[in-house]
């Protein structure tokens, strides 16, 4: 048993592409390149992250550890809720409104909040779908449903007069229920097979390759159509499901050596911390999306290695405080991700 660092490489990149992609939207700066590849290319890092987190608890739940996994997920997120409260707090403060932001999840936390019931629903569909050939079966068409569902939901409110809140997609059922639906059924294949059980590389690459080309073309007749806007039609869904598949399948293929730093770790601090670095440079009047970008990564980088470096001096008489503040539950769970 070894750790994926092809797995630990993709976050990383994909959380460079929450960065950039989050502060195009903050600071609405970007052309037709920006557009073409965020709306191509980059609008599709959380189905991809939630293939991988799919994918990586089958392993966690047949290794027994999904419950208190969860229950450790569930804990950070509501700590990260709290971190984030000043820019989320809603005003007026009713009672209903912070509901409403804790049950969807306030700003770039809507993931973690979506993640948790959407993984729910996944242990839910596996425990009453009998066999592994019954699981592999419901699990793979009823993700599809949910996705399916999502889009059209979606285009109601795009292509329609009717209005529908974002979160009426943008959750666990339509969203992410889907995307680590197909994870597990991916890492269920490798469980059974192995990792040569997947397509081979040459074919994942020329499949890949064809999946930019129309991604980018979808992008590129929206953006004709509907002209240059922060905000998109919805994504054609099975297009969008073949470009995370492929890419997650291609990545467990790649042969990646163990990295000197863990991505695994960093790229989980650049999800938490950058949203608040990339606030404190629109506040200092920073409008380009790129110095943004480049702000809320390096930030986020260095105040992770910071941290990392810290936690050794910590009084082992605080054991608490050394675990939540060194992240210990999820960087344990970073440790129990293995290639079978």
Partial sequence: MQRIHSIDLLKIVIAFGVVWGHALLMTQDGGVIAYL?????????VPIFAVVSGFLFFFTERGGKAKPWLIRLFVFYLFWCVVYLPIWWPKPATIPAVAENLFFGPLHLWYLAALLPALTILR?????????????????????????CGTLIQSTDYFTAIDLPLNAYRNALFMEFPFVSFGYLIAAKVKRDGIDGLPPVPLLCGL???????????????????GLSIVAPPEF?????AFAVVIVMLTLRLKVPQMPVNFGYLSMMIYFL???FLVIGLHFGVKDAEVLTVI?????VLSALALQAVLPLLPRSVPKLRAFAGFAGLQRAEQEERRP
Avoid at 125 to 135: C, D, I, N
Avoid at 208 to 226: D, H, N, Y
Avoid at 237 to 241: E, H, N, Q, T, Y
């Fill in 274 to 276: 950058h949203m608040g």
């Fill in 37 to 45: 590849l965020g709306h191509g290319l980059a609008r599709t890092v």
């Fill in 296 to 300: 809320g990564l390096v930030a986020s």
């Fill in 208 to 226: 890949l390759a064809v999946l930019v080309v129309l991604r980018l073309a979808e992008a590129w007749v929206s953006m004709r159509t509907f």
């Fill in 237 to 241: 869904p099975f297009l969008l499901a």
């Fill in 124 to 148: 839910m569909v596996v425990a009453h779908s009998g066999g592994e050939e019954g699981v592999r079966r419901r699990l793979f068409w009823i993700a599809l449903l949910c996705l399916s």
